[in-house]
Every structure is written in C-alpha cells, then in structure tokens.
C-alpha cells in the first residue's frame, strides 16, 4: 500500500477533477508486478494502469489499490470489470469511495469471488495525496489549505511591510514544491498591489515547473496595471469564500491553497472555509508589524477557532506545523 500511495501521490494535481489514486498489482507469488496511477481527467484509473503493465502476471494475483475500485460507467469502463477480466483473486483497499454514484465496487468484486479487504493505511491515504479530493467528494467544495509563514510571535511582516524573506529557503522550496501538485492558489487583491505575486510554482534555480496551478484573485477592485497577475489570473469580484469556492468547483477545482494576506484568511476562517492550517513558523521576533490574520470573528477566548495538530516537523530552521479545524 505504500507503493500504491507513492503512485497516488505521484499525480496529485493532474487528475482534478477525479481522485489520484495508485494502484499496485502483485503476482500469485506477492512479488510487485505493475504500477499504476489515475491518468488526466478521461484517461485510463489506476487499476487499469497498473493491470496492462502487469499483463499476464496479474492472473489469480493481488490489486493493492488506495481507493476502492469504481464499479460504475463515466468516462471509461468500470476498474471492477478489468479487475476481473485480468483474473485478480484478492483486492486491498484503503479508503472506500464516498461518492454514491462510483461507490460499490467492493460488493461487485465480492459478488464475483474476489476476497476484499479495506482500511489498510486508510488515515495515511486519507491524510496524504486523497485529502483534497475525499473533502470535495463529501462535501462538492475544493478543499482549503491556508498557507502562511510567520515570525516567533506571530508577524507576517516588518512593521514597515517587507516580508521577503521570513522563511528559510527550504520552507520556500517546499511550498513550490506543493504549489505544483494544488488546481489553484488565492490571492486577494490587495496582496496583488502590495506583492506583484506571480503565484507560479518554480524549482530551486527559479525555473517554472512544468505543472502550474491557477492563480486566483478575490476582491472587488481592478488589478493594478502591469501587474505579474494582469491577464493570468481568475479575478473573482467578490468577498464571499462560498461563492469563490462554488465559482471553482465549476472549474473541476479539487484542491486550492489560500495565500492571501491576513484580512482573506480571516474570511475564510470566519465562514469556516479553512479545511487545513499549513504554518511555517521562523526562528525570528518582529515585535510590530501586521499578524497572521484579523477578522476572523473571534471576539472572546470562547470564540477561537481550536485545531487538532496533525504533524510537526523541522523545515531547514523553520518549524512546519500542519494542523485541522476540530470537529
């Protein structure tokens, strides 16, 4: 299953609107024969990826897959059906399929004499590369991960408004790294006239990777001419998350990483929009200048917006904290 979750991971980003999902076939002998990954939207799933590799090898085997196997017709055949047509005796699964259209698939593959099995790794595939695209499935909204970087006590900016750099290099690299695997990054439009971000996602030498998200700009007033977002970015003219969110979910928009300055976090946290707090903390005091987000709608200590911490872990000198409104 780690293999297949490597695979899956191995996508992300360029199969929005369907999940990426990884599959790997084992022979009757367990020994690994053929890997496989969702391909972009109207292309081959994983099983059938991982099967046509695997060829002749993967009769009476094994299909270790991130998500349960498709049982249904879209834009391509069931993944139950070549499953079967390849002779595979045993499937694994770590998530099941939350969609009600697609889901299912265990119970054909039952049906048919296949063991089944399911929930293995299934908090590590529903944390990693499914995170996104399990939210979207439940809930019809790309999933929302706030990303910022901040000093010891909580600045994102000098009390003069420089910013660059507050991160470390490596905490730089890492977020163009994930830049590259998101559908879309957003901005609000006053960070545009302050920064003149390009939002792209480029590698240590500066050079644009070969997948880019879209860049996304909220708020009412014009671009400023000239700038790097002009005519690449979705300018959406309006100050609520819902209606940024609905507007991107018409694109096929899965996964999307919040940017913006304190006053966008704020209204996404406010309307409960924030599915995921990505926080890359400096070893530096600022003492002034701007904090991490205002107006978030916390007016008393009963009012704040409580996380669960999922992972903490060291970023060059940064500490990376990734953590998740409670339920």
């Given at each position: 299953?780690?293999?297949?979750?490597?695979?899956?991971?191995?996508?992300?980003?360029?199969?929005?609107?369907?999940?990426?999902?990884?599959?790997?076939?084992?022979?009757?002998?367990?020994?690994?024969?053929?890997?496989?990954?969702?391909?972009?939207?109207?292309?081959?799933?994983?099983?059938?990826?991982?099967?046509?590799?695997?060829?002749?090898?993967?009769?009476?085997?094994?299909?270790?897959?991130?998500l349960e196997p498709c049982?249904?017709?879209?834009?391509?055949?069931?993944?139950?059906?070549?499953?079967?047509?390849?002779?595979?005796?045993?499937?694994?699964?770590?998530?099941?399929?939350?969609?009600?259209?697609?889901?299912?698939?265990?119970?054909?593959?039952?049906?048919?004499?296949?063991?089944?099995?399911?929930?293995?790794?299934?908090?590590?595939?529903?944390?990693?590369?499914?995170?996104?695209?399990?939210?979207?499935?439940?809930?019809?909204?790309?999933?929302?991960?706030?990303?910022?970087?901040?000093?010891?006590?909580?600045?994102?900016?000098?009390?003069?408004?420089?910013?660059?750099?507050?991160?470390?290099?490596?905490?730089?690299?890492?977020?163009?790294?994930?830049?590259?695997?998101?559908d879309a990054i957003i901005?609000?439009?006053?960070?545009?006239?302050?920064?003149?971000?390009?939002?792209?996602?480029?590698?240590?030498?500066?050079?644009?990777?070969?997948?880019?998200?879209?860049?996304?700009?909220?708020?009412?007033?014009?671009?400023?001419?000239?700038?790097?977002?002009?005519?690449?970015?979705?300018?959406?003219?309006?100050?609520?998350?819902?209606?940024?969110?609905?507007?991107?979910?018409?694109?096929?928009?899965?996964?999307?990483?919040?940017?913006?300055?304190?006053?966008?976090?704020?209204?996404?946290?406010?309307?409960?929009?924030?599915?995921?707090?990505?926080?890359?903390?400096?070893?530096?005091?600022?003492?002034?200048?701007?904090?991490?987000?205002?107006?978030?709608?916390?007016?008393?200590?009963?009012?704040?917006?409580?996380?669960?911490?999922?992972?903490?872990?060291?970023?060059?000198?940064?500490?990376?904290?990734?953590?998740?409104?409670?339920?």
């Amino acid at each position: 299953m780690a293999l297949a979750i490597a695979e899956s991971e191995r996508v992300r980003g360029a199969t929005s609107p369907n999940p990426p999902v990884g599959c790997v076939i084992l022979d009757e002998g367990g020994k690994a024969v053929g890997f496989g990954a969702t391909r972009p939207i109207g292309g081959a799933h994983a099983e059938v990826m991982a099967l046509h590799e695997a060829g002749t090898k993967a009769r009476g085997g094994t299909a270790v897959v991130t998500l349960e196997p498709c049982a249904h017709y879209g834009r391509t055949p069931p993944c139950t059906e070549a499953l079967k047509e390849a002779g595979i005796k045993h499937v694994v699964h770590a998530v099941s399929d939350p969609n009600p259209r697609a889901a299912g698939g265990a119970k054909v593959l039952t049906d048919a004499g296949i063991t089944v099995e399911s929930g293995v790794l299934e908090q590590e595939v529903s944390r990693g590369p499914l995170r996104a695209w399990l939210h979207y499935a439940r809930t019809g909204r790309p999933h929302v991960t706030w990303k910022y970087a901040a000093s010891l006590d909580g600045r994102v900016a000098a009390s003069d408004g420089t910013s660059q750099w507050i991160s470390s290099e490596t905490s730089r690299r890492e977020v163009h790294e994930l830049r590259a695997k998101l559908d879309a990054i957003i901005v609000g439009s006053g960070t545009v006239k302050a920064d003149d971000p390009a939002l792209t996602a480029r590698d240590a030498g500066g050079m644009p990777l070969a997948r880019q998200p879209l860049p996304v700009v909220v708020g009412m007033s014009d671009l400023p001419r000239g700038a790097k977002l002009e005519h690449t970015a979705l300018h959406l003219r309006t100050h609520d998350p819902d209606e940024v969110l609905a507007a991107l979910a018409e694109r096929g928009v899965v996964e999307v990483l919040l940017e913006g300055g304190p006053t966008l976090a704020g209204a996404f946290l406010r309307a409960g929009r924030v599915d995921r707090v990505l926080a890359y903390i400096a070893p530096a005091l600022l003492g002034d200048g701007p904090a991490a987000v205002l107006g978030a709608g916390v007016s008393t200590i009963t009012d704040a917006v409580r996380l669960t911490v999922e992972d903490v872990t060291m970023s060059g000198p940064d500490l990376r904290v990734s953590a998740v409104p409670r339920t």
